[in-house]
Nanobody
């Protein structure tokens, strides 16, 4: 069992930055791939970024490539999402999720979810 708690969301102006954190409790965090997803009002939840269990491979949606960076610190059981050059289209609730070993882009593949953190970008 893995419990996930996101933090770091908030209100930021367009062009600004935020860093989201996802703290995991439970066993063997380092064996889990982690993903970030987001859901904007009236839209389906979508994949943002993922990182494999060792952190050697990362994946990002085209909409955030070059702006968002996912990293992890296995010693601290935490995964991060650094978000730069934010725009209004990034406004959403951001969720972290966990599954064994390899990250995927499909939310159906993930077994554990946090409750989300709100990111609002003002234009």
């Amino acid at each position: 069992q893995v419990q996930l708690v996101e933090s770091g969301g908030g209100l930021v102006q367009a062009g600004g930055s935020l860093r989201l954190s996802c703290a995991a409790s439970g066993r063997a965090f380092s064996t889990y791939a982690m993903g970030w997803f987001r859901q904007a009002p009236g839209k389906e939840r979508e994949f943002v970024s993922g990182i494999n269990w060792m952190g050697a491979s990362t994946y990002s949606a085209d909409s955030v490539k070059g702006r968002f960076t996912i990293t992890r610190d296995n010693a601290k059981n935490t995964v991060f999402l650094q978000m730069n050059s934010l725009n209004a289209e990034d406004t959403a609730v951001y969720y972290c999720a966990a599954r064994k070993f390899s990250a995927t882009m499909s939310e159906r593949d993930y077994d554990y979810w946090g409750q989300g953190t709100q990111v609002t970008v003002s234009s």
